[in-house]
T-cell receptor, first 112, second 110 residues
């Protein structure tokens, strides 16, 4: 049984560009959450998707948007990239929003 | 607003020592608490999950306790090994999302 998978592993973008990150949840999970982890910090909640809808959102600007597909996989899109968006982006899946969350390996985004 | 704090920020111990990592949170209205391990540049591995109605959970050499009334959790690692070197993060589940502390960076010297 594959766990949570994320792609790509690493990404380098230029300031002002747009980026899309992808996540496939653990088999049987229906809820996907995205987190941003800056170097030396704990992960910060971006948003959560359930039944293809954004269920809740953290304190991130509208430049951060997402989508969940019928197969529960999810995308995170970031527009107008800033240097401060450089971070490790983590995807977590769970069965509903209350059960144990399982994390993927993350995507390392570098904005130059 | 929920705030999670982990002390110490970094810890270095010789192999074989027993150690305790601390986590505190400001709002006791949590659903559960998870401890994670993170190796450098990698994702998070769940170590232990404690439901809000539980007092502790054990897995191998790890034991985590939870005291909701005082807003504290501890992760006890017995007989530490160099392979335990990593950053340990605690997170509370509140409103369906995880709220993390800053982590404790553990180094176990051979």
């Amino acid at each position: 049984d594959a766990g949570v998978t994320q792609s790509p592993t690493h990404l380098i973008k230029t300031r002002g560009q747009q980026v899309t990150l992808r996540c496939s949840p653990k088999s049987g999970h229906d809820t996907v959450s995205w987190y941003q982890q800056a170097l030396g910090q704990g992960p910060q909640f971006i948003f959560q998707y359930y039944e293809e809808e954004e269920r809740q959102r953290g304190n991130f600007p509208d430049r951060f948007s997402g989508h969940q597909f019928p197969n529960y996989s999810s995308e995170l899109n970031v527009n107008a990239l800033l240097l401060g968006d450089s971070a490790l982006y983590l995807c977590a899946s769970s069965l509903t929003d209350l059960f144990e969350q399982y994390f993927g390996p993350g995507t390392r985004l570098t904005v130059t | 607003k929920q705030e999670v704090t982990q002390i110490p920020a970094a810890l270095s111990v010789p192999e074989g020592e027993n150690l305790v990592l601390n986590c505190s949170f400001t709002d006791s209205a949590i659903y559960n608490l998870q401890w994670f391990r993170q190796d450098p540049g990698k994702g998070l591995t769940s170590l232990l999950l404690i439901q809000s109605s539980q007092r502790e959970q054990t897995s191998g050499r790890l034991n985590a306790s939870l005291d909701k009334s005082s807003g504290r959790s501890t992760l006890y690692i017995a007989a530490s090994q160099p392979g335990d070197s990593a950053t340990y993060l605690c997170a509370v589940v509140q409103g369906g999302k995880l709220i993390f502390g800053q982590g404790t960076e553990l180094s176990v010297k051979p």
